[in-house]
């Protein structure tokens, strides 16, 4: 049941709203609604038509800092005025187009427009991009965003453009401080940026000479789902910045888009939006020829970041049942995964009398218990995972989420976990491969660390195992790729055993 509340102070948290939502029932989605106005519109999903009724009485009036919520039902949804949908253009259709979005000051804008729109013309017709200035959006904020959709260098070429107008209406309007230049990104793609303890942002600064800083996490609110990464320098310096930037931006996002198609792939009828994991705003892209039961499309990152930006959003339990599945595979193996979490994490894991992991076992359709402590003072505890593949990747995905929202990981890190598969003895060589080239590869591939430990004992069932580390993606991909070699292992022993004439089973 869907309900709509306005006049939101523009920068009241998502947490904040979250919270205050949660408390009438199960949110299933929440998005904004672009508006003009200065406050904040968003839809709100409840499970129930109940629990939208109570929000209703509860919320309509509640004062938030001056601020009076104005709250109604949303009558049909599919009536919703096209105005009101993400705008996206002709860009839909490249499917790897990252855009890079800008953030410039307002005051600005009017000369990047130019008269009659005659200098953004030319920038767009110059650096082959399309290029959109969010006028309408944050009203009287000092800064709007600008989203440019190119190649990567049509991007950069627009990027200096831009950097270069400002330039000239400063030294104008005798503004003398330099611009930095302000890069928007996905929370999600920031750790990658920034790398491990920083590395591969302080060496785009040495190489660039550059200053940069990144927003954080704290700054993020309704209006603003994205990091602000702020590249100080001269002109020259910060188009060199960007094209680094950008660089390792894209290539996270592109890794992400790859592991996703490939678990879309892997999963037919998997619907990723259903997961509710994508607090990171990740577009999830259909893969390219959707089966039914597909991904559906969402807008690109920059257009409507808010469809996935917190826990209870993206209709957490839009899951296909799994008779919707197709037959071959619902007869998937049950597999087993040993996931480890802070143990500090491990009241927020369970809820508040065991009904967080209830729900999350039920929306997973897998079991999941926390293995007891050894002793004491152990810093992690382990979540034994049991289910189908796409029942691992619901429930880890859903714990991975879990942690990013608690804060269990700092602004500048993304979640990474370690986590445990055991693999036949036989087929650890193979893992591993000639010299280490297969797990070198699988590490290249998916971006986790592999390690399979020497000098194992294998188990009472013979098997040793595998430990994998990495964000949420990397790890996934990891997993699948492992499990088929393990496949690939029994078919060829099958064969070996049965002798040739027997037809191997398919592992797809």
Known sequence: EQIQIRNIPPHLQWEVLDGLLAQYGTVENVEQVNTDTETAVVNVTYATKEEAKVAIEKLTGHQFDDYSFKVSYIVDMDAAPPDQAPQFGASRARQHDFPLRMLVPTQFVGAIIGKEGLTIKNVTKQTQSKVDIHRKENAGAAEKPITIHSTPEGCSSACRMILDIMQKEANETKTTEDIPLKILAHNSLVGRLIGKEGRNLKKIEEETGTKITISSLQDLTIYNPERTITVKGSLEACCKAEAEIMKKLREAYENDIAAINQQANLIPGLNLNALGIFSSGLPVLPPA????????????????????????????????????????????????????????????????????????????????KIAPAENPDVTERMVIITGTPEAQFKAQGRIFGKLKEENFFTAKEEVKLETHIKVP?????????????????????????????????????????VKISGHFFASQTAQRKIREIIQQVKQQEQKHQHGAAVSPHHSK
């Open 289 to 368: 020829a959707g089966p039914r039961g597909a991904v559906p499309p969402v807008a690109p990152a920059g257009y409507n970041p808010f469809l996935s930006h917190s826990s209870h959003l993206s209709g957490l339990y839009g899951v296909p049942p799994a008779s919707a599945i197709p037959h071959q595979h619902s007869a998937q193996e049950q597999e087993v995964v040993y996931l480890f979490i802070p143990t500090q994490a491990v009241g927020a894991l369970i809820g508040k009398k065991g009904q967080h992991i209830k729900q999350l076992a039920h929306f997973a359709g897998a079991s999941i």
């Open 425 to 465: 003895s036989t087929a650890a060589g193979r893992v591993i491969g000639k010299g280490g080239k297969t797990v070198n590869e699988l590490q290249n591939l998916t971006s986790a660390e592999v390690i399979v430990p020497r000098d194992q004992t294998p188990d009472e069932n013979d098997e040793v195992f």
